[in-house]
T-cell receptor, first 111, second 113 residues
């Protein structure tokens, strides 16, 4: 089955700096890559996703890049704010199959 | 549009008891997924239901079971509770299986005393 690895497990940045979280996957048939943000006491919320026919996608301060050849994808958060502090999860899946999640990254934005 | 709803929010049980957790998916979603999240850890896949059928289960003992009803709601049953079952149990739903976003509820916090 699919195996998703996520790094780093913890990340601290100064407010206003950028944060990058990286994930690798093993199944070349995976074609959908979502990112989730989980705040304390809440369920994970989808923040951005990308499909295998696209190399990059942006939504305001958040962007995701995908390298199908190397089988890795990354989340980029620019101009970080304290409210960006949370746990972030990446996932990979393919049509007709379940999600495989990374182990999570705890992001702390220091004011 | 109402999101995924889970009940109860908190559940306290003692070792050996049985627990039932419930999930109502977003209207129109036919796939339901259950995950276990122990404190400070990641999302461990438990069960996946689609159109009333169990499609896959994670690496959990048989005392973890569930079902999906004709209205696509679902319940997770945990028998013979053990201390290590204490965790946040999350339910997610999606319109189609795979390659579509999963939408999560806020979970049921199960505490075993």
């Amino acid at each position: 089955g699919e195996n998703v690895e996520q790094h780093p497990s913890t990340l601290s940045v100064q407010e206003g700096d950028s944060a990058v979280i990286k994930c690798t996957y093993s199944d070349s048939a995976s074609n959908y890559f979502p990112w989730y943000k989980q705040e304390l006491g809440k369920g994970p919320q989808l923040i951005i996703d990308i499909r295998s026919n696209v190399g990059e996608k942006k939504d305001q301060r958040i962007a995701v890049t995908l390298n199908k050849t190397a089988k890795h994808f990354s989340l980029h958060i620019t101009e970080t704010q304290p409210e960006d502090s949370a746990v972030y999860f990446c996932a990979a899946s393919r049509t007709g199959n379940q999600f495989y999640f990374g182990t999570g990254t705890s992001l702390t934005v220091i004011p | 549009e109402a999101g995924v709803t889970q009940s109860p929010t908190h559940l306290i049980k003692t070792r050996g008891q049985q627990a039932t957790l419930r999930c109502s998916p977003i209207s129109g979603h036919t796939s339901v997924y259950w995950y276990q999240q122990a404190l400070g850890l990641g999302l461990q896949f438990l069960l996946w239901y689609d159109e009333g059928e169990e499609r896959n289960r994670g690496n959990f003992p048989p005392r973890f079971s569930g079902r999906q009803f004709p209205n696509y709601s679902s319940e997770l049953n945990v028998n013979a509770l053990e201390l290590e079952d204490s965790a946040l149990y999350l339910c997610a739903s999606s319109l189609l299986t795979g390659a579509q976003p999963q939408h999560f509820g806020d979970g049921t916090r199960l505490s075993i005393l």
